[in-house]
């Protein structure tokens, strides 16, 4: 079974060099390939976690170098849950992309770009989750940037190009970090590897171990996008095609906060930092949901409630118990599938209106009643509306909180509240406007112009022209340019595959509500493990 530790990292990335080998060619298999990897991975991870579940952690030592010299890939409870939540979601996406016409037009570009990114994308997320030394941690991450930069500026638009460069900077800032943490952990330890780390920080003098407890904490909130070092967040993620904001808005951010719960119950146990975790918890609660109250725009409106909800997974870490551990998890795997399938709905919406600014929209829960669903079903579960997974994951966190009787744990239990309370507003914003009222006068029609080249070049009256502008095109219109060098145009009978995969996202995050009793059972259990720390350095040292 350690065999197969290895495969959702190795898959992906095997089938992108055949992909780049084949280039621009046979579009369907290119296609079947893709969606073909991705069921694989997604069954070994499933298969992953139900063997970490029944027989603890399984590690594997590629090359059978053992530590600290060799690579180890380590999978437990929790990156098995991790590691299957992230792959049905990255199929998902895959399928919508599919639909929207993204990843079958690809061939305009002179090697296939968008399958190759995407499958390197999945890797390194794999590689994150699995790794079992800082190291191969770092590579997980490096992987992700380069796809992500590739994914975040596809079509080459001036805005888009903005966007993806803020990204990168920001990227290699937290990088430089990440590396110049690593090298001091291997002066003061004589090692990276995770497990022994595990036994040899706690000799390491305090001040250094909290030093370095502050510079790892640091990188990952870079990438959690936790306040306030969240900033390039609602500025990048919007301006990407639909897919791929909702891959990163679910799934990246939740990658640092995997690593913040990781590092900090096997490397840090008892933190001195808690209680600027609670603080920092607090913060983006606060900021993100007003910030997302003060929006028009339903992309960014999702952008600002993904920080806000952030605040929710740290809350958990910084409290240090098993329920808040567990509650935590709980968490991470609803907002995973929740925010990805509501930034698909914006796309669905962009799709059919020409736009996801909210003050052109209106009559949608009429015109397009399935749409509506698709929308009311995560925004609900979001704003935690009983029996929702969004519930039970804060009721979960709250309790936790009242436990613990601290002043700055009952601060986060009022935070939490009112931060729940507020998201309810700003959904119930988002279905009035969108949904509920009648179309305002002068909608975009059918046909309208969503991508193009000339994106940021304006007219010669100065009006912008191409993706965002609302400009309308003739229904049916052919102009150059968008998505690698083809047009998408608005229309009010969205393509089946967009909404199959929207619809089966909108189920997977209910079946985490029908499925509450085994979900908070197997969450307790790797916080458990998680905190008792024992079963994961046996499974990589074997004693």
């Not at 079947?32 to 952690?57: E, K, N, Q, T, Y």
């Not at 806000?308 to 567990?326: D, E, K, N, P, T």
């Not at 020409?354 to 009559?363: A, I």
């Not at 010669?460 to 047009?487: D, I, K, Y």
Request: net charge neutral.
């Amino acid at each position: 079974m350690n065999a197969l530790v290895p495969l959702p990292v190795v898959l992906p990335l095997c089938v992108t060099g055949l992909k780049l080998a084949i280039g621009p060619r046979l579009h369907r298999f290119q296609r079947f390939i893709s969606i073909a990897v991705l069921g694989a991975v997604l069954v070994l991870s499933a298969v992953l976690m139900v063997a970490a579940d029944r027989h603890g952690p399984l590690s594997v030592h590629l090359g059978d170098f053992a530590p600290p010299v060799g690579i180890t890939l380590v999978a437990d409870r929790l990156a098995g849950l991790m590691l299957t939540v992230s792959s049905a979601v990255t199929l998902l996406v895959l399928v919508y992309s599919l639909g929207q016409g993204m990843a079958d037009r690809d061939d305009q570009a002179p090697v296939g770009v968008f399958h190759p990114a995407y499958l390197i994308l999945v890797a390194g997320v794999s590689c994150t989750f699995l790794a079992g030394d800082l190291v191969n941690l770092y590579v997980g991450f490096e992987i992700m940037l380069v796809a992500s930069f590739v994914l975040l500026t596809i079509g080459g638009t001036a805005t888009r190009i903005r966007a993806g460069s803020t990204y990168v900077i920001i990227s290699l800032f937290s990088s430089v970090l990440f590396l110049v943490a690593i090298a001091m952990t291997y002066a003061v330890a004589g090692t990276v590897n995770l497990a022994q780390l595990a036994q040899r920080l706690q000799e390491v003098p305090l001040g250094v171990r909290t030093l370095l407890e502050a510079m790892l904490l640091t990188v990952f909130a870079i990438k959690a996008a936790v306040f306030p070092l969240a900033a390039w967040l609602p500025d990048s993620y919007p301006t990407a095609p639909a897919p791929v904001t909702a891959v990163f808005a679910g799934l990246l951010t939740k990658v640092g906060v995997y690593s913040m719960l990781r590092t900090q119950t096997l490397l840090f146990p008892g933190h001195r930092l808690g209680d600027l975790l609670m603080l920092a918890a607090l913060a983006s609660m606060a900021v993100g949901i007003l910030g997302a109250v003060a929006q028009t725009d339903l992309k960014r409106v999702l952008s600002f409630t993904l920080i806000s909800h952030i605040g929710y997974m740290v809350f958990g870490i910084a409290l240090a118990g098993r329920a808040s551990i567990s509650g935590a998890i709980v968490y991470v795997a609803h907002h995973i599938t929740v925010q990805t399938t509501l930034f698909l709905v914006a796309g669905l919406v962009e799709r059919r209106d020409g736009t996801t600014e909210l003050t052109r929209l209106g009559g949608l829960a009429k015109t397009a009643p399935l749409l509506a669903v698709l929308f009311f079903v995560p925004a609900m579960n979001l704003a935690g509306i009983p029996p929702l997974s969004g519930f039970i994951g804060k009721l979960g966190l709250m309790r936790a909180g009242i436990e613990n009787g601290g002043g700055w744990a009952w601060a986060l239990v009022a935070g939490s509240a009112a931060t729940s309370l507020l998201t309810l507003y700003v959904m119930a914003k988002v279905w009035n406007l969108a949904f509920w009222r009648d179309a305002p006068p002068g909608a975009e029609e059918e046909g309208v112009v969503l991508e193009s080249a000339e994106d940021d070049e304006p007219d010669e009256e100065g009006r912008p022209t191409g993706s965002g502008s609302g400009l309308p095109e003739p229904a049916g219109a052919v102009v150059s340019a968008g998505f690698l060098g083809q047009s998408i145009t608005t229309t009010k009978r969205l393509p089946w595959p967009m909404l199959v995969a929207t619809g089966a996202a909108v189920a997977l995050g209910l079946s985490y509500t029908v499925l509450g009793g085994p979900l908070t059972t197997f969450t307790e259990a790797a916080a458990a493990e998680l905190l008792a720390r024992t079963p994961y350095i046996e499974a990589v040292l074997g004693r």
